[in-house]
């Protein structure tokens, strides 16, 4: 039989290539459509360490040396290199997504293990083709830990199939290398470590081991492997608080939050290779194929220490912060069970019990567990599909649980058809196999590209709602140097503050005058060092990014709706600042049963001269249809002074007012008087908005407002 020439093989790689590109494509038109980092705060720390490490070649947040994190930063850190922020930034993201893809190469070499060059050719596309691809274009680690396990999972496989101590060698360094991609993928060496165990008990010498046991033995053995596990319990509880915490008493949320991760992960795969996959796992007709039984050990192993971390991270969270699906712990399953699937159909005769058992459990999980229609749920875009249901053909709750249970029960036959595959013609298998791969990967696609459209939404309206154009700091400043000044930063304002964060490398810190900063990464709180206004830990820089509760002595350079930019007088010193107040105005209670709130202002520049305070107090937004008893306002106004907390206030006052304020009401007063001035307002009588009928759960006090206006005569 003659070898095919150069050109025959090139002319068959023609096609693999342009669906590759194709694919590429795709993914990197997604990337393009993401205009702003929307994971906040993970992609903006990505950012600060990788940048750190362009500059400087150690990871450094806000300026601040921190340990070792990932090789991810290490990655992306070049792209940074490149002096126009929007240009570093398209590059981080085609880069991660390039990288991503690159999972698709050790899918291809596991297969090969296990079957012929075109049904592994299919499970290298499927493996990038599922919901995993959705965090192709984030600034994130997945996009680097994707193909690591990918490659960790092929070496493994080739050391326990029998590859000898250089494969040995590999598939422990590279499991070893994975933990310093993500910490998540130390699982890669438990299940390297299980899987070894069980091929060695039933291997050879652990059958020549159990040849003449009796059921004695295996009881005692039972029992010592009973043993064995609490063991490994009191041994994770004591090294690990997430583990401790959820499984003394919450091991029912445990199993329900991760068997509802598996079910995104099921219809981000599209059911059938979930259920082939897992039907793959015993192949009695391959039982004594290595390469098999390596696949079949690391794969089960996987899937248990996979599902046991995402159950207990996802249990945690739920009695810690919040309640979210994580999928995303999972998708490092997608390429095994693509090799799993085209091993499955390329076998002769599956186990029928097995497959049934497998259909059995996807079934479970699918029409059990349910599904989330957030757009996009980014902790699960396996949902994309039911979520592209609703919105493009406009499918309500019922519809889409009919349409899952046609699905489950058409992937279910599609998968029972190695056993009645001798009754078609050759032709008819082929096409029935053709139809299910174009099926499932277009599925696949379809949900992907759903939770990629909702991600792209969300970062262009972050996009629109910046000051344009989002880098106009850096470009105002030259690179000089800036603070980042504020007051009030509810979380409504956090994301603001991190979007310029990270569009303006010159903002060298991120501070606030009432410890409201976002800290990712190190934050100060400047305090007052006198009555005129002067703060302390200057940082040295010319510039500081002001927001409207802020207002330093300097000259305006550039502003934006919010936000000014100042090139500040040194030392640098507050014109005027507000504290207490929220930055819609109010003075209020946050939580708790507070029955008094209190706020300050003053005025500190000397330069100003003699001239006029005015301050408002009104509830004239707080109209409930059932009136509250109101609240008792007092005023007083005088030379600034400073409090224990370095604030200003007000100890020996020159006008006092002491008022009641009802609801829908308003009062103003006017003082002559000569800055450096303060006015402290205290209320009592606080009403919870949501007990009056008013959609805000705060305890609502007075809106306030102050401006001091200069005596020109």
Known sequence: MNERSFLDRFLVAVPVAIAALALLALYFWEASGRKAPTIFSDELEWAQISRA????????????????????????????????????????????????CL????????????????????????????????????????????PTFALCAYASIKALAGGGRRWIA??????????????????????????????????????????????????????????????????????????????HGWVHRMWTLGLTSFSALALGLGLLPLIAGLASLWLPERRHDPAWRAFAAFTASSILFFGLYTATKTAYLSITVFTRIE???????GPLLMVGTVTYFTSRRPWLP?????????????????????????????????????RAWHWDQPTIRIALVVACSVATLLALLPFYARRLSRRAVSVALAVAALATVTWMLAGEITSANGAAAGARLYYRNLGQPPWWVDEADHGAGTTFLGQAIDAGSTLGVDLNEFWNRSLKNIWSLDGTAPAIGPTTTPDLVGPDGTLSNDPGLPYVLETSTVDMVGKVVAARPGLKLVRVTKPWRLRQASYGVASDGWVSGANGDATSADAAWAYFDRAAGPGIVKVDVDRSTFCPQTRSPGATVTVRVGPVALSEQRAPTVTKPTHVYRFHLADCGSRTFTVKTTPPVAVTVHVDGLARGTDYGVPDSRLFGARVGFSFVPDRR
Request: proline share 4%; hydrophobic share 55%.
């Open 354 to 390: 097995g497959t049934l058992a497998a259909a059995a459990i996807v079934w479970w999980l699918v029409l059990h567990y349910g599904y989330q229609l957030a757009y996009p749920y980014f902790d699960s875009p396996g949902y994309g599909i039911a979520v592209l249901a609703n």
């Open 103 to 146: 999972a698709a190469i050790p899918t291809y070499l596991t297969a090969r293990l296990l079957a012929g060059p075109r049904a592994s050719l299919l499970a290298a596309f499927g493996a990038i083709c599922t919901s995993a691809l959705f965090y192709a274009g984030y600034l994130l680690p997945e996009t680097l830990a994707y």
């Open 53 to 100: 490490i362009a500059a400087t070649g150690h990871a450094a947040r806000r300026g601040q040396p921190i340990s070792f994190k990932s090789l991810y930063a290490f990655m992306i850190a070049p792209v940074w290199w490149i002096h126009s922020t929007q240009t570093a930034y398209a590059l981080a993201k085609y880069l991660g997504t390039f990288v991503m």
């Open 327 to 333: 999928e995303r712990n999972l998708i490092y399953l």
């Open 170 to 247: 590999a598939a422990v360094v590279l499991g070893l290398v994975a933990t310093q991609v993500r910490s998540e993928l130390s699982i890669v060496l438990a299940s390297l470590a299980l899987a070894a165990v069980v091929l060695w008990v039933v291997g050879p010498r652990g059958s020549k081991l159990r040849a003449g046991w009796s059921r004695w033995d295996y009881a005692g053995a039972a029992i010592l492997l009973v043993g064995a596990l609490v063991v490994l319990n009191q041994l994770a509880s004591a090294h690990s608080t997430q583990w401790n915490d959820v499984t």
